[in-house]
Structure formats: C-alpha cells, structure tokens
C-alpha cells in the first residue's frame, strides 16, 4: 500500500511538520510506504508528483488551512482530518482511511 499525505498547519511552522513526521513514523511502523508533501511557511516540500498520484492508493490530508492544488486527488479516496488529530493519532488516521479502501 501506498499513502500519499499533505501536512499544513495557519502558521506552516511547527504543527506541519510534526504530524507529517508522526505520520511517516506511524507508515513505517504499520508497513506502510507513505509520501508527505508539507506546505508550510517556507512553502511547499517533498511535492507529491504525477507519479506518486498514479501510485498512490489513498490520500491523507491533515490540515487546519486550504491547501494547494487540492484537486489532483479527485480520483482517489481522501481522508480530511486536522493536523492535531494527526499528531496525536497517526495510526488511527491511516487505519481510517485503509478502512475506506477496502470497502
């Protein structure tokens, strides 16, 4: 399985990064390949790609803000949460939305 996510957080600093970072770690430990793009205040890092969007098997976007070029996951299931839901429970997000896959 493959997780592409979007972090983003009002100020772009400190929140943005720790729920891409409990997000990745979280993956890792579920065995999850997973991608984060964040868009934080020093702009956008990691960027999803084409590629990355034709792997991908669900999106995860956790943010408290709009985040840019939302559309490019139209065709896929997407799962919304805030980014303090994905710092505090990382594992339960992305069992969330393998959930959704399945069904």
């Known amino acids: 399985m493959y997780i592409v996510c ?3 957080c009002p100020t772009g600093i400190a929140h943005t ?3 891409a970072a ?6 890792n430990k579920m065995g999850i390949e997973i991608k984060i793009e964040t868009q934080g205040a020093g702009g956008t890092e990691n960027k999803i790609t084409e590629d990355d969007l034709k792997k991908a ?3 995860i976007i956790a943010s408290d ?6 559309e490019r996951f139209d ?7 805030g980014v303090s ?3 505090s429970d990382p594992e339960g997000i992305i ?7 399945d069904k």
């Not at 065709?75 to 949460?81: D, F, N, S, T």
């Open 6 to 8: 979007v972090t983003s």
């Open 17 to 19: 990064f720790m729920a």
């Open 22 to 27: 409990n997000l990745k770690k979280a993956g």
């Open 57 to 59: 098997d669900g999106v």
């Open 65 to 70: 803000v709009s985040i840019n070029d939302a």
């Open 75 to 81: 065709k896929l299931p997407v799962l919304e949460c």
């Open 85 to 87: 839901e994905a710092i």
């Open 95 to 101: 069992k969330e939305l393998i959930e959704g896959i």
